[in-house]
């Protein structure tokens, strides 16, 4: 029995949606693609077992998580520059970008609020997934949520 129909419509239906998922994981479109194309090779190679005993889309968002965090563990704390500025440039205030304040996060804490708020998993789910024990999970949380919310009210600290 040939699976590659079914494999070529799962893709098709969910690419999008794990793209933004792993985007959302790494703060770069380029990291999120090879991610997603990663996973989905693996998914490929397992895909009648997979089909028929598991989720896909679950086992999929679990791979993506999972080379993720083999990625970062591997950099640790190496960050690449796309474009070398050729001068310094001035500094503006501008209101900070949930975003870009997600990104600034270290990428552990970030994996948490990712698999906590967008993906709605429960602390035990993350720990799973994270390779971490529950408690950790909350306390990465915990420092990651203090973090967002001391760049959005730099006031707060004040009192």
């Known amino acids: 029995m040939d699976d ?28 999120a693609a090879d991610l997603v194309q990663e996973a989905m090779v693996r998914l490929r190679s397992s895909w009648p077992r997979v ?3 598991h989720n896909p ?9 999972r080379l993720h965090i083999s990625v970062w563990r591997r950099r640790r704390r190496e960050h690449l520059a ?13 209101p900070p970008d949930l975003w870009d304040e997600l990104a600034k996060l270290p990428k552990r ?3 948490v609020l990712v698999l906590r708020y967008y993906e709605d998993r429960s602390d035990a789910e993350i720990a799973e997934i994270l390779g971490i024990s ?3 999970v909350r306390s990465q949380a915990s420092r990651a949520l203090g973090k967002l919310r001391d760049t959005v009210n730099p006031l707060r600290n004040l009192r």
Do not use: C
Request: aromatic share 12%; proline share 12%.
């Open 4 to 31: 590659a129909p079914d494999f070529a419509d799962f893709a098709a239906d969910r690419i999008d949606a794990l793209f933004r998922y792993a985007y959302m994981l790494t703060g770069n479109p380029h990291d």
């Open 82 to 94: 796309w474009d070398v500025p050729e001068r310094p440039q001035p500094v503006a205030e501008p």
């Open 57 to 65: 889309e679950s086992y999929v968002r679990t791979t993506i998580t």
């Open 134 to 136: 529950p408690g950790t």
């Open 51 to 53: 089909r028929r005993k």
């Open 109 to 111: 804490q970030r994996a």
